[in-house]
């Protein structure tokens, strides 16, 4: 049975956003509506929109590496905005996009195997660069820092605080 409700989310911060839904509580890195992958308390996960479509436990991930796309637009929604309206205005047109695009999450096992996940962006333009960073630092952090990934259980919490630490820079 494949279930197409878009997961309950609560909070965003660049390219991760805070989930609790049947699945219970996780990170979605990449859009959460789209194809995304949730950091859970217990492993890794692919999905597309709230289907799963495998699991990691963190016990076998050795380096998780995702390449989040960033800008250098202020914000990724006026990029997204603005350069339609320009190639409208002007006739440019910078090419039909075939497909929805996304970017690579990998996951390296402890076996040696790389799983390559795809992730969709909330953006076309991407994110900004201390977002993408921010979300790259996260991952490394717990993969490096098993206590940490009990901090997955409440991840509105986690966002809340790196939106903090954000503001505060």
Not at 50 to 59: E, H, I, L, Y
């Amino acid at each position: 049975m494949v279930r197409w409700a878009v997961p309950v989310s609560s909070r965003r911060v660049g390219a991760l956003t805070a989930l609790d839904d049947a699945d219970g509580p996780a990170l979605a890195l990449g859009d959460a509506a789209a194809r995304h992958v949730r950091l859970r308390p217990d492993g890794l996960q692919p999905a597309l929109g709230d289907a799963p479509a495998g699991f990691v436990p963190w016990a076998q991930v050795r380096v998780v590496v995702a390449d989040v796309p960033t800008t250098w637009w202020p914000h990724p929604a006026l990029g997204d905005t603005l350069v339609p309206l320009i190639e409208g205005i002007f006739g440019g047109s910078s090419g039909d996009i075939a497909e929805t695009p996304t970017f690579p999450v990998r996951v390296t096992t402890d076996d040696g195997a790389v799983l390559e996940w795809r992730a969709t962006p909330h953006y076309l333009s991407g994110y900004r660069r201390r977002d993408a960073a921010l979300a790259g630092r996260l991952v490394e952090h717990l993969v490096a820092a098993p206590n940490a990934r009990v901090l997955l259980a409440r991840p509105d919490d986690v966002l809340s605080r790196l939106g903090e630490i954000l503001r505060s820079r």
